[in-house]
């Protein structure tokens, strides 16, 4: 008869709680797909003053199939019930190491990167200037080709972020199972943070709006069509996703500065994991600009000749 500890029950318990919540995304498909699903895990960073964050937009996570997720769970739950236990892992709380020094808390956070390391996970970041967009939005704000609504959703950074960075990931997903001959469906899930869960909300719906409208074969790979949002205490995918979005953030505060951040933690980040970076630059706000001025060019040759048949 097999005996267990209350500790030794509790931690099987919270092990299969992450394997279940991450299951729980695939829900309602065949094995076949549920299996080969893919879970994408974002975490939003941002702050429009400017003055207590890096003037930046940042999205930033992991991407992984369901499986890979589930053992990933699984050690990062191991590597939390290690002494000291923690109850979860978050890159703002430093409360949670109380008591460990600055060493041994860096040698703690160097071994569940070692865990994302080991599961292969792939890095995604999108990343837009505050002082760009205010200027991209000066400007696109009283363009003539611009609806009240447009303008009101253009107020929101996500709205553009939510369309570059997800029909990127979808372009190139699409791709890769038409490549393989395979069907992978994608999920997207966001952290649970309170004020920016409505710009994230709204930025995802129109971007499924703009989606279904122009590649509507594309958005058949994407599982969850609207905005799906879980606890990162709960979900450890979202906990190394937080890992990764705080000193990406922190890399890029220093360096607007000048300095260089050579953090332990963000170098272990870097080296033997593969990311995709979107950055969106000056040349792609002047692209987007010459876009909409033909746009408006078409629109008035549309009037003329509807003046003059």
Known sequence: MLMLTPTEFRGIDQENSHRELI?????????????EGILMVL??????????????YLLAGYVGKKTVWEDFAHDWQAELDHEPKLPYLHARESQLFKGTDADARVERLLKFVAIIRKHRLRGVSFLLKHSDYREFFRII??????????RRMMRNPYYLSFQYIFTMMLI??????AESGTKELLEILFDDGGERKQRLKIGFE?????????????????I?????????KQMSPLQACDLFAW???RFCYEASRGNKYEDAIWRALRDGIEYDTYLFTESDWIKLLLRLRQSTWDELLKHKSEDNP
Not at 141 to 150: G, K, L, N
């Open 172 to 177: 190139r997903h699409g791709q890769k199972c």
């Open 247 to 249: 000193h990406f953030r």
């Open 206 to 222: 129109n971007f499924v709006k703009t989606a279904k409208e122009k590649n509507p074969h594309l958005l058949d790979l994407l």
């Open 43 to 56: 975490q939003a960073w941002f702050d429009e003053s400017g003055k207590t964050e890096e003037p930046v």
């Open 23 to 35: 299951g729980a995304l695939f829900s309602g498909l065949p094995k076949t797909l549920r299996d």
């Open 141 to 150: 704000s009283v363009h003539p080709v611009i609806t009240p609504a447009e």
């Open 224 to 232: 969850n069509k609207g905005p799906e949002f879980r606890d990162d």
